[in-house]
C-alpha cells in the first residue's frame, strides 16, 4: 500500500541548530537508505521549511506506525515532529473502478 506521509519539524530554542543538522543527518541517511531498499518510493524537502513528503511503500497501516517510530528523527526529536499520514489510491486503479461502475 502506499501512504504519503507529511513530516512538520521543529526544534527548541534550547537545541542549537548543529545539534539539530546531527539528527537530521542521520535521518536523511537512513530515508535515502529506504528508498534505494524500495520501502521508500521518493522523498522531499520543502525549499525553505522544516517540511519532508514521503511517498512510502508498505504493507498496511502497522507497518507505517512501526516505520514511523524507528525513524532517527523520531527516535531523537519525536516530540517535536507532527505527521499526517494519507492512504493513497493508484489513479489508474480509480480510474478502472469508476470506468466499471459506468458500464
Same mark, same amino acid.
Given at each position: 500500500m502506499l501512504y504519503h506521509a507529511d513530516f512538520h519539524i521543529e526544534y527548541p530554542a534550547s537545541m542549537s541548530q548543529k545539534d539539530f543538522f546531527s539528527i537530521w543527518a542521520r535521518e536523511a541517511e537512513a530515508a535515502l537508505g529506504a528508498k534505494k531498499g524500495g520501502v521508500v518510493v521518493d522523498i522531499w524537502k520543502c525549499v525553505g521549511t522544516r517540511r519532508v513528503?514521503?511517498?512510502?511503500?508498505? #504493507?498496511? &497501516?502497522? =507497518?507505517?506506525?512501526?516505520?514511523?517510530? #524507528?525513524? &532517527?528523527? =523520531?527516535?531523537?526529536?519525536?516530540?517535536?515532529?507532527?505527521v499526517v499520514v494519507t492512504p493513497l489510491r493508484r489513479m489508474e486503479d480509480f480510474a478502472a473502478d469508476v470506468k466499471k461502475r459506468l458500464g
Open positions: 513528503i514521503a511517498v512510502v511503500n508498505v #504493507d498496511g &497501516p502497522d =507497518m507505517v506506525d512501526q516505520m514511523l517510530l #524507528d525513524l &532517527p528523527l =523520531m527516535k531523537e526529536h519525536g516530540q517535536h515532529v507532527q
